[in-house]
Each structure stands twice: as C-alpha cells, then as structure tokens.
C-alpha cells in the first residue's frame, strides 16, 4: 500500500503517454486497440488526481511529430479524442476540472475541435482542478511561438529588447501563468523528452516506468508519486 504524504502532493503533474501500440501490439490487435485500452487509463489517472488533490495535469496525446503517422492511426486518434470528449465531458463536471489545450489546436480535424470547444468552454468555470491536452503539441513549436510574439511586440515598439527576461517568455507560452510540472511520468520505459513541454521541464523530476500506458492505473501514478516524494530537489543549490 502506497503511503503518501498529503502535503507533499505535486501541484502540476506532466505525462508522456506512451506504448499504445506496443501493448496492442504484444496481444496481437491493431495499434488503435491500444489506443482505445489507454482512454480508459486516461479516465483513472484524471479520477486519482482529483482524489489526491493535483491541481494541475498535462497529458501528453498528440505530438506535433505524430501527424507523420499512418493516415488511418491519425485518424483513428482523432475519432477517438471526439468519442473522449462526447462520453467522458461529464468526468470533468463530476470532479469540477477545467478543460483546456495547449498546442496547435487548429490543425485538428473540425468535428474534433467543435467537441473540444464545447468542452472547454462549458468547464471554463471550474478551479478545483486543471486538465491540459497537449494537441498538436511540440515544445520547439511553443517557444518559437513565443518568440515570434515577443519580436512582433518589440517591432511595434511595445517591449525593449533588453526588457525580455525569462518571464516574457514563459509570458507568451500557451498556457501563461500555470506553474511548471513538478513531476514528469513517461510510460513504457523510453528515457526521452520527445519534444515535451520543453521549457516548463527544467526543474521537473522525472519519473520513467516500463509499464505501457494501457496498463498505468492509480496504484501506478500513487508510485511515481510516492517515488517524487522521496526525491530532494535542490534547484541547483545544496541544501
Ligand atoms: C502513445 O503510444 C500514443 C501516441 C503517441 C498518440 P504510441 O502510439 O506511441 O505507442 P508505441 O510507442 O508505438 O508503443
Ligand atoms: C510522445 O510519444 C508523444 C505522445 C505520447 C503523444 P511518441 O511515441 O510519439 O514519441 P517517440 O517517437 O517514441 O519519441
Ligand atoms: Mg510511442
């Protein structure tokens, strides 16, 4: 049993969801079926968090790499984040959690955006707790949207140049004013970033696990949880 320290609960977890298709893939089924098998970890982990008191999650579902896929995975995911949203909006009523995207959210087909929207603005009200999708989403992609901003504000003569600090930047990312993930999970055991929220990761601890996203379920978000609690950030210094 999973003993956790109730003030020391990560405000901002951040997950990497991977290893759909190889746990579809070693039950011998297509891709999608582990597509479909990880909606429902999706559910549990967003239930956990709201049981433990995470105020923020992001969860990493669609890269802006992962367009170079197979055109039917492509659009077997988008059908599948529409179902998501359809069937599992009232999760996010139930537990008073806020909706929203970060990402280039346009490049999605429209019936998927028609649905997210809907979802974002009917949840716009809810404080308890925060669900980020990352959609479309890639780190590099962000902070050059961010920069691209800042210089078209330094053209109009709004902002000097040497009045860019770190808070401009993290300023003109997608979703300003949200703290940066405490805890870092990526499942099915790759020790990478894949171009994740590049930024808001610099003090992040992370936290890598060989079980597939399929199979990642409470007992196993209250472990990482459990494993970030034993972990000392120093934040470069020595204490
Ligand atoms: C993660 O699982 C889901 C997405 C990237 C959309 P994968 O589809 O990457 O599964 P693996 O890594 O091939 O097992
Ligand atoms: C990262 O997983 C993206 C998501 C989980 C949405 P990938 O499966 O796309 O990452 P790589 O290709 O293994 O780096
Ligand atoms: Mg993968």
New binding site residues.
């Given amino acids: 049993m999973t003993e956790l320290d109730p003030a020391r609960i990560p405000r901002h977890v951040a997950i990497i969801?991977?290893?759909?298709?190889?746990?579809a893939?070693n039950r011998g089924m297509p891709?999608i079926k582990?597509?479909q098998a990880?909606a429902e970890s999706v559910r549990e982990v967003l239930k956990a968090c709201r049981k433990i008191d995470v105020e923020y999650l992001t969860l990493y579902?669609?890269?802006s790499e992962?367009w170079v896929r197979p055109k039917p995975e492509v659009s077997g995911?988008m059908t599948l984040l529409q179902k998501f949203l359809r069937d599992q909006s009232h999760e996010l009523h139930d537990n008073q959690v806020r909706l929203r995207v970060i990402g280039h959210a346009g490049d999605l087909p429209g019936a998927v955006r028609k649905e997210l929207n809907r979802v974002i603005d009917e949840t716009a009200h809810y404080t308890r707790g925060h669900l980020f999708l990352a959609l479309s989403y890639g780190g590099r992609t962000e902070i050059t949207d961010a920069v691209r901003a800042i210089a078209q504000k330094v053209k109009a003569g709004e902002l000097e140049p040497d009045d860019i600090k770190e808070e401009t930047v993290a300023q003109h990312l997608y979703a300003p004013g949200i703290p940066d993930p405490d805890l870092m999970i990526r499942t099915?055991g790759?020790m990478r970033i894949s171009n994740f929220l590049l930024w808001q990761l610099s003090y992040a601890e992370l936290y890598v696990t060989d079980v597939?996203?399929p199979d990642f379920r409470e007992p196993d978000l209250l472990k990482a949880i459990e494993a970030y609690q034993h972990r000392h950030r120093r934040y470069g210094g020595i204490k």
Avoid: I, Q, T
């Fill in positions: 969801m991977d290893g759909n298709g190889r746990w893939k891709r582990g597509h990880g579902a669609f890269s992962n995911l099915s790759e597939l996203w």
